[in-house]
């Protein structure tokens, strides 16, 4: 079944049907060199700062990739339905 709500409240976040973990891996914005990718932040940190000590390079960017969904916020006429998704 197919319903277009245009109007109504929606939430987002982790996905409840598709639990995997989070990756997140850090990247080089001097070199584009990157942390193997990793469940938890304290891996990725460590690399960048042993990147630095290494190179010099001070400039990162987090990356992190999550399984999200939609869901029907409180309101949402199909709030109730949910488990029916």
């Not at 990756?23 to 914005?29: K, Q």
């Not at 584009?32 to 042993?50: F, G, H, I, N």
Request: glycine residues 4%; negative net charge; proline residues 7%.
């Amino acid at each position: 079944m197919t319903r277009t709500l245009r109007h109504a409240a929606w939430t987002i976040g982790a996905d409840r049907e598709d639990p995997a973990p989070s990756a997140r891996f850090i990247l080089c914005r001097d070199c584009e060199t990157q942390s193997e990718p990793s469940t938890s932040q304290a891996p990725t940190d460590r690399w960048a700062l042993k990147h630095t000590g290494e190179t010099g390079h001070r400039a990162y960017r987090e990356l992190v990739i999550a399984n999200l969904r939609t869901y029907p916020a409180a309101g949402n006429p199909l709030e109730q339905s949910e488990e029916d998704w």
